[in-house]
């Protein structure tokens, strides 16, 4: 991977909306794209990846959608919960097998 | 399982001096990565330690060095420290070079004066 561009770095909405982080890579030869969340005081956690042979994946309240052509992807939460409240980041990675990260977004989730 | 253990939390050093950050990793796990996270900033990849050898470098100076043991648990050295060596220093553990596989831990947080 080279550069990630990750947007917005800040994203406010109110409880039960909905949340959409989007991030853009560079790298033709990316082909895995994890999205991690971070709390207060706590390394990274995996919440749900992609491969390039996927263009959506679901786990319950959340998903990611990869558009390999136009090389963006996005992370969406559905039916936002306070706790959803943290530090988001995308990343992507090629044949090296070492993930280069977006700079986050720090997601606030009015109750 | 403890998963990904790092010590210590904080560490206060200044310009100049040595320091060493240690990590285990997560029960069953034969890999582990070091980066670094700067206030606002994603993780940046230091290097990867597997079969007691760095497989993998991202770009950081020579300053910067690790070591694996026999259990799998690791080391990062970090020589004549600087005030941008200032960070949250993370270890994650995983199996081989799997990174569906990585588990964080809560990293080391450093304080260069």
């Known amino acids: 991977g080279e550069n990630v561009e990750q947007h917005p770095s800040t994203l406010s909405v109110q409880e039960g909306d909905s949340a959409v982080i989007k991030c853009t890579y560079s790298?033709?030869?990316?082909?895995?794209f994890p999205w991690y969340k971070q709390e207060l005081g706590k390394g990274p956690q995996l919440i749900i990846d992609?491969?390039?042979?996927?263009g959506e994946k679901k786990d319950q309240r959340i998903a990611v959608t990869l558009n390999k052509t136009a090389k963006h992807f996005s992370l969406h939460i559905t039916e936002t919960q306070p706790e959803d409240s943290a530090v988001y980041f995308c990343?992507?990675?090629?044949?090296?097998?070492?993930?280069?990260f977006g700079r986050g977004t720090s997601l606030i989730v009015h109750p | 399982d403890a998963g990904v253990t790092q010590s210590p939390t904080h560490l206060i050093k200044t310009r100049g001096q040595q320091v060493t950050l240690r990590c285990s990793p997560k029960?069953?796990?034969?890999?582990v990565s070091w980066y670094q996270q700067a206030l606002g900033q994603g993780p940046q990849f230091i290097f990867q330690?597997?079969?007691?050898?760095?497989?993998q470098r991202g770009n950081f100076p020579d300053r910067f060095s690790g070591h694996q043991f026999p259990n799998y648990s690791s080391e990062l050295n970090v020589n004549a420290l600087l005030l941008g060596d200032s960070a949250l220093y993370l270890c994650?553990?995983?199996?081989?070079?799997?990174?569906?596989?990585?588990?964080f831990g809560p990293g080391t947080r450093l304080t260069v004066l």
């Open positions: 994650a553990s995983s199996l081989g070079h799997r990174t569906d596989t990585q588990y």
């Open positions: 790298d033709s030869a990316s082909n895995y």
């Open positions: 992609i491969r390039s042979n996927v």
């Open positions: 990343a992507e990675e090629g044949g090296s097998y070492i993930p280069t």
């Open positions: 029960s069953g796990h034969d890999t």
């Open positions: 330690y597997y079969e007691e050898e760095e497989r």
